[in-house]
């Protein structure tokens, strides 16, 4: 396409917006749409993808708002076995009970455990 520089390319760009253009509108509203996107696919990432359908799960997470509030927070690279040892340790009274809620768990979660020990988990998490 001879002919086609800058000044044609913001006649047909004018054109299409339906009034005036200049580069510095065009920087302004591709960088407006570019932050539009990632705002929304963030948002997205960061709460669309929390519901879970795994009662076990629910259960668990119960459990670490629990141990929060006695101030034990769960560390993203741990497991529920690891963090029964750390949380015993912070919490010598309850230690007991820590382990077995997260042994449990651990049964339901990735092994074959049956109804009966979903609900001993359920009271557990109750007393604790």
């Known amino acids: 396409m001879l002919g086609y520089n800058q000044k044609r390319q913001l006649q047909f760009l004018s054109g299409l917006a339906g009034s005036d ?3 510095h509108d065009m920087v302004v509203d591709l960088l407006l749409a570019v932050g539009s996107i990632v705002f929304v696919i963030s948002m997205v990432m960061l709460y ?7 009662p076990a799960q629910r259960l668990y997470l119960r459990f670490l708002r629990k141990l929060s509030r006695a101030g034990v927070t769960h560390r993203s690279q ?3 076995l ?8 912070a919490l ?3 230690a007991t009970l820590i382990r077995e809620i997260c042994h449990i768990y651990t049964e339901l979660r990735y092994g074959g455990a049956s109804e009966k020990q979903f ?7 109750k007393t604790l």
């Open 21 to 23: 253009i200049s580069w």
């Open 48 to 54: 669309g993808g929390r519901k879970t359908s795994d």
């Open 78 to 80: 741990e497991g529920a």
């Open 82 to 89: 690891d963090l029964a040892a750390r949380a015993a340790t």
């Open 92 to 94: 010598p009274a309850k």
């Open 119 to 125: 609900q001993h988990l359920q009271q557990l998490i």
